[in-house]
């Protein structure tokens, strides 16, 4: 193996109720990598579920997408790290393109952007609300972003130093900003994104959507007024 495909990287998957979602996405995540599944108060099995199929479970108590992931990143040991949503809507297998831009030098900080293959594939208030935030990314901070989606690789050490602090909705935004802040190549690649299985925690309704957009944007106003 080449070191623009590691075989050792951590894939950070947040779960709340994903247990119809879990068995495809762990199928798919890439040899010799491990699943590290952090559980977020699921009452459906998923822990079990991703313990039987072979994942690290992590539980985390304090409900919040950015609580999950942040767990995640904490109980991570290898050096280069992914986050997925583990919903099925997003396949892991395409992790090792976005990493390989980490390691061959490209940037420091990977993303998957968001390409919607189906119907209801994306919801019309979700996609709405994420072009929003990226042009006011764009304009508060200078970051060329058209998508602040989920899937993204880094280096775990450089992403714990960036302080992250939001554990809800905004803790994807925030990672983006302060790693513009801190320097870092910041690149984005189109990945396919899938009808989700089972029903959205966040992005679902027009009042989850809200809340995470009024999340984000307390990212940005306090990325201003730094």
Same mark, same amino acid.
């Given at each position: ?9 951590? *894939?950070?998957l #947040? ?7 879990? #068995?495809?996405?762990?199928? &798919?995540?890439?040899?010799?990598w491990?699943? *590290?599944? *952090?559980?977020?108060?699921s009452?459906d099995?998923?822990p079990?579920i991703?313990?039987?199929?072979? $994942?690290?479970?992590?539980?985390? #108590?304090r ?16 050096d280069?790290v ?6 099925a ?6 992790l090792?393109?976005? +990493?390989?831009?980490?390691t061959g030098?490209e940037?420091?900080?990977?993303l998957g &952007?968001?390409r919607?293959?189906? &119907?209801g594939?994306w919801p019309?208030?979700a ?10 990314l764009?304009?508060r ?8 989606? #989920?899937?993204?690789?880094?280096r775990?050490e450089?992403l714990?130093a ?14 983006? +900003?302060r790693?513009?802040? $801190? ?5 984005e690649?189109?990945v396919p994104? &899938?009808p989700?299985?089972g ?9 989850g ?8 944007? $307390? +990212?940005?106003?306090g990325? +201003?007024?730094r």
């Amino acid at each position: 193996m080449t070191d623009s495909h590691p075989t050792s990287v951590d *894939v950070i998957l #947040p779960c709340l109720d994903e247990a119809a979602a879990l #068995p495809w996405v762990l199928e &798919r995540i890439p040899a010799g990598w491990r699943a *590290v599944v *952090v559980d977020n108060g699921s009452t459906d099995g998923s822990p079990d579920i991703a313990a039987r199929l072979g $994942a690290t479970v992590v539980h985390e #108590p304090r409900r919040g997408f950015g609580a999950a992931c942040h767990a995640g990143l904490l109980a991570a040991k290898a050096d280069l790290v992914c986050f997925c949503d583990c919903d099925a809507s997003l396949d892991p297998g395409l992790l090792p393109a976005l +990493v390989a831009q980490v390691t061959g030098g490209e940037a420091d900080l990977a993303l998957g &952007r968001r390409r919607p293959q189906g &119907r209801g594939a994306w919801p019309l208030h979700a996609r709405a609300g994420n072009l929003a935030l990226s042009r006011m990314l764009r304009t508060r901070t200078g970051v060329q972003l058209r998508d602040l989606g #989920p899937m993204r690789a880094a280096r775990r050490e450089a992403l714990l130093a960036l302080g992250l602090t939001d554990r809800r909705s905004g803790y994807p935004l925030e990672m983006v +900003v302060r790693a513009s802040e $801190a320097g870092w190549r910041i690149a984005e690649s189109d990945v396919p994104y &899938r009808p989700r299985t089972g029903k959205s925690k966040v992005t679902g309704t027009w009042r989850g959507t809200w809340q995470a957009v009024a999340d984000m944007r $307390a +990212v940005l106003d306090g990325a +201003v007024a730094r």
